[in-house]
């Protein structure tokens, strides 16, 4: 059987050190999310163009509390534009937006960003007005979600079977027992369901331990190569998993600071992304690119078999160094 490659895009603004420091504010979605600088627009609407030019869909999980940061309004018109180019969108949550909103109001909050610290009550309500934004938004019930910072545990999923979400796109090895709480077991790529909720796991990879190399790393082409993206990509599904890929809204552009100024393109990861892109679909009869409503719609067909496997190792030495050492020239704001 073909696997899948699912190509994911969190869609979210960044706090901007407004947590930190009253003198800042959430950075705005006309940035974070539209990565507009000048005549530019370099955040989804350039993913989006790079995703039509090779024929692939995407999941964009979408922040559902940007409200909370300061920007009513503005979530339905990411949504509208999503939905406009045939992209998919789903439930994305980050606790500390929704926090940031109760502390502007002078109310209790919590300071977390982990769904996972939560209490179930508290996952629980997130997830079910986070829902009631994204159907009110798209007239469609979400069917996927994924945990803003990985930060999610086998307790979340229990809440989105509660909320009726039957997906989840949270867990990552690299982050396992750190970012991600999920309870011990073997790591793995692929999917495997908990109970009633099928985990579809962020691909990653296992790489040679070195001075300055961290020995595991997410398939997201802001920190890996096109080739490691490619090879990664082709060693899930040659093992019988589906493979997914990362970016966020602000992948492909640069930034001067926490506020955002100053946007300008990210070349290096803007090519790493076309390049993934075109080699997908030059081989569409061998990966199939999906996205998390047509997963919903087989797994409701009784069609989609859900597979795990082990890590992959990509033991390019040589590559990898080459790699961070670009990546840290690329880095530098001006280069």
């Not at 979605?29 to 539209?34: C, D, I, K, L, Q």
């Not at 018109?77 to 502390?103: A, M, R, S, T, W």
């Not at 009631?132 to 469609?140: A, E, K, M, S």
């Not at 009784?302 to 790699?323: F, H, T």
Request: charged share 25%; glycine share 10%; net charge positive.
């Amino acid at each position: 059987m073909k696997r899948s490659v699912f190509i994911t895009v969190d869609v979210e603004c960044s706090m901007g050190g407004a947590w930190q420091n009253e003198g800042n504010a959430p950075v705005s979605p006309s940035r974070a999310v539209w990565g507009e600088y000048g005549n530019r627009r370099l955040g989804i609407p350039l993913i989006v163009d790079i995703l039509k030019q090779h024929g692939l869909t995407a999941t964009f999980f979408v922040e559902a509390f940007v409200a909370e940061q300061g920007y009513p309004g503005e979530t339905e018109k990411i949504c509208e534009y999503l939905l406009d180019h045939g992209q998919d969108v789903q439930l994305h949550v980050h606790p500390n937006h929704k926090h940031f909103g109760l502390k502007q109001q002078g109310k209790p909050h919590p300071f977390t960003d982990y769904m996972a610290d939560l209490s179930p009550e508290s996952q629980r309500g997130l997830l079910q007005e986070g829902s009631d934004r994204i159907q009110r938004w798209t007239g469609r019930r979400p069917v996927a979600f994924r945990a803003g910072n990985m930060g999610a545990s086998e307790e979340t999923l229990r809440q989105l079977a509660a909320v009726g979400i039957r997906i989840d796109s949270s867990y990552t090895f690299p982050y396992d027992g750190a970012r991600c709480d999920f309870g011990p077991g073997e790591p793995y790529n692929g999917s495997k369901w908990y109970g009633d909720v099928l985990e579809v796991a962020l691909s990653g990879f296992y790489q040679r331990k070195l001075p300055g190399l961290h020995p595991a790393k997410k398939v997201d082409p802001v920190s890996v190569s096109f080739a490691e993206c490619r090879d990664a990509i082709r060693t899930i599904c040659s093992a019988g998993a589906d493979a997914v890929l990362i970016l966020h809204s602000f992948s492909l552009f640069k930034r001067r600071n926490v506020q955002y100024d100053g946007g300008r393109l990210n070349r290096i990861v803007a090519r790493r992304f076309r390049r993934t892109c075109r080699w997908l679909a030059e081989n569409s009869e061998r990966y199939g690119v999906r996205t998390c409503r047509e997963l919903a719609a087989a797994v409701e067909a009784g069609s989609y078999e859900a597979r795990a496997v082990p890590p992959c190792r990509l033991d390019r030495p040589l590559r990898a160094i080459v790699r961070k050492a670009v990546q840290g020239w690329n880095n530098l704001y001006w280069t």
